[in-house]
């Protein structure tokens, strides 16, 4: 039910893996990818404080670019993906509007 805008959205200061939209609010996608398994190291884990701020930064940009008025409700998710190769099956979680 999104509509992408945009992929691979990039300043000097951040990028952004995907920006969609749905129900009127845009999303910010950050999307990590492991090719297996590892307990403590899980996809999501890797969006640390510092990933978030070039994000958030970059969604900002974004939102001034589009001259969107009013400014449009808008969140930033995580789409954690583990690829097991040899069952060739995707285990993918959906971490909706993270707390910033």
Known sequence: GFSIL???YTKKWGEIDIIAEKNGVVVFV???ANHKEIIGFEPELRVNKEKI???LR???TFIAEKRYNPEPEWQVDIVAITIDKDRKVAKIKHFKNIDT
């Open 6 to 8: 945009d992929r691979n």
């Open 30 to 32: 950050e999307v990590k």
């Open 53 to 55: 701020k070039r994000i």
């Open 58 to 60: 970059a969604a900002r």
